[in-house]
């Protein structure tokens, strides 16, 4: 054979071998490329489907005014409720939703608790609250419903915690100094599952104060007194006046809404 043409014999084969696995491996890419584009498309397509029975795009409508007033006479009915409206002398309702600031009118969407987890078959009416003579000891009573659980039917921690922290910086609030209070610790024990769709009572007091700081207590019962998470929480009043607004005055506008004097 001669030589030139065994060279490029020789040196043609692998360089063919080489092309055609190129070749194979690009059109094995673009096939993949066109796989991924139709599933995506597909998937996309399904949660467009799917997305009006998601939570979002299947909201509830809000309670009506008469179903509102039944949840709240079964709160007022409560053992708990009644034990502080049989006693004026020592305890006296005061509002759970608190106005933000100076303006009594915002406490909607722009406030976490009565904007996102109040609603229907969440935290269903705004909760009955009152507040004891001595400003150190609150009760609370409200309702949670179904759509905020964690595990089926359990209510979620977080959503207990988040409550917690809430009703903890009652005392804090009424007796730190300029009425101010922020949330420095937080220690939560669950004891028990809180069931969703069942009335629960929150009491909650002042353990101790000491200049800035205050340290208090609450659990989380339910209708029968049985303890089923319990916490403990230490508040602090900002020393930078500038950081948040005074708030005796918000203070007494509470505690005048309901009638009754202590």
Not at 42 to 61: L, M, Q, Y
Not at 85 to 100: L, S
Not at 245 to 252: N, P, Q, T, V
Request: include cysteine; charged fraction near 25%.
């Amino acid at each position: 054979m001669n030589s030139s043409i065994y060279k490029r014999y020789v040196f043609s084969q692998p360089m063919l071998a080489t092309w055609a696995v190129c070749c194979i491996a690009f059109g094995i890419s673009i096939s993949l490329v066109s796989v991924n584009k139709g599933w995506i498309s597909f998937a996309s397509n399904t949660r467009k489907e799917e997305e009006p029975n998601s939570i979002a795009g299947d909201e509830p409508p809000p309670l009506d005014s008469n179903e509102q007033t039944r949840i709240t006479n079964t709160l007022l009915s409560t053992g708990a409720a009644k034990e502080c409206a049989n006693h004026p002398d020592e305890w006296k309702r005061v509002p759970y939703f608190w106005p933000i600031g100076r303006d009594p009118s915002r406490k909607g969407p722009a406030a976490f608790v009565p904007g996102l987890l109040h609603g229907y078959d969440k935290l269903s009416v705004e909760p009955v609250a009152f507040i004891n003579r001595d400003r150190k000891q609150f009760v609370i009573v409200l309702h949670l419903g179904k759509r905020l659980c964690g595990h089926d039917g359990i209510i979620h921690g977080g959503v207990q915690a988040t409550l917690l922290d809430e009703i903890t910086s009652r005392p804090a609030f009424w007796n730190l100094p300029r009425n101010i209070a922020l949330t420095a610790n937080l220690k939560v024990n669950y004891r028990r599952p809180v069931m969703a769709d069942q009335i629960l009572v929150f009491k909650t007091w002042l353990v101790d104060i000491d200049g800035r700081k205050a340290k208090i207590a609450a659990t989380l019962e339910d209708t029968s007194g049985n303890v089923l998470t319990d916490a403990e929480a230490l508040y602090v009043s900002p020393s930078n006046e500038k950081l948040l607004l005074e708030r005796s005055s918000d203070m007494k506008k509470i505690e005048g809404v309901y009638p009754g004097n202590f």
